[in-house]
């Protein structure tokens, strides 16, 4: 329905909402963008990691340093999933491999 609709892109905002027949339309229709949880997810988990880390230091970070450093993290991980993705990968696929990797 949402490729009939015109959806440009699927962005999970859990850990595997999509379903694996989900997941098989979407790989099925190139020109639909599919980030998955673990990188669409990624900016909270690295918030919550700055927080933890301005709190163990008691210290205060503006609302434009930690803005700023968001950014920077998700360009990073757009970056490793482009990087592992290839000519030819997707960004899904870039992204379980960096991750594979990571690990």
Not at 24 to 43: F, M, Q, S
Not at 87 to 98: I, K, S, V
Request: net charge neutral.
């Amino acid at each position: 329905l949402l490729i009939q609709k015109g959806a440009m892109g699927v962005f999970e905002g859990a850990n595997l909402p999509v379903t694996t027949e989900g997941q098989e339309v979407l790989r099925a229709h190139r020109d639909v963008l599919y980030i998955p949880g673990k990188a669409a997810n990624a900016g909270g988990v690295g918030v919550s990691g700055l927080e933890m880390s301005q709190n163990a230091s008691r210290t205060y970070w503006k609302r434009e340093k930690v803005d700023a450093m968001l950014k920077d993290m998700m360009a990073g991980i757009y970056q490793q999933m482009k990087d592992n993705a290839g000519e030819d990968g997707t960004l899904e696929e870039g992204c379980n491999r960096a991750g594979f990797l990571k690990v």
